[in-house]
């Protein structure tokens, strides 16, 4: 099974320059927490954009070039979206992590989504594809807790796919 997990603007950025725009420290820790223990799917630029492996967590790398120099047992590279039919056909959650593309491509094929909702326009170069309200519902909504790195509200909302017979 797929579920995306993102945190987006009120105006559906999600980065800029391949990197976050902000940092909230509480959705950070929410992201370790969902994702440890499992498969995370990502492009290449996300992967870069990580910095590290991220521990406890096997790393699926979406990349046309599968001859990058990566040497890790928790690394998977792969060339093809078709090759992503295990983690599809999975008991277990797996996660999209981004970026835009990855998401564009993979989100019909996601069961759930995990979505940080900054309730604030940000200037970025990235965005999260639009949500079908046709699609998906809310499941959850939570509100996220302030602190002094932040001066916006926003909220975890998890969405459901829609289930059509």
Not at 47 to 52: A, H, K, M
Not at 88 to 107: C, H, P, R, W
Request: with cysteine; aromatic share 8%.
């Amino acid at each position: 099974m797929l579920s995306i997990i993102v945190a987006k603007a009120k105006n559906n950025v999600i980065g800029k320059d391949n990197t976050l725009i902000w940092h909230i420290s509480d959705d950070l820790k929410r992201f370790k927490k969902i994702t440890t223990g499992h498969t995370i799917i990502m492009g290449r630029k996300t992967f870069e954009s990580l910095g590290r492996v991220l521990p406890n967590r096997h790393h699926v790398v979406l990349c046309k070039n599968t001859k990058l120099n990566i040497n890790d047992e928790n690394i998977e590279i792969i060339n093809d979206i078709s090759m992503l039919e295990k983690y599809i056909k999975d008991s277990e959650e797996n996660f999209v992590i981004g970026g835009a593309t990855i998401y564009k491509q993979l989100m019909e094929k996601c069961s759930k989504m995990y979505i940080t909702e900054i309730n604030k326009d940000f200037e970025g170069d990235v965005l999260f594809p639009e949500i079908d309200e046709n699609k998906w519902k809310i499941v959850e909504r939570e509100k996220g807790p302030k602190d002094e790195e932040n001066s916006f509200d926003y909220e975890y909302v998890t969405y459901e796919k829609i289930k059509t017979h």
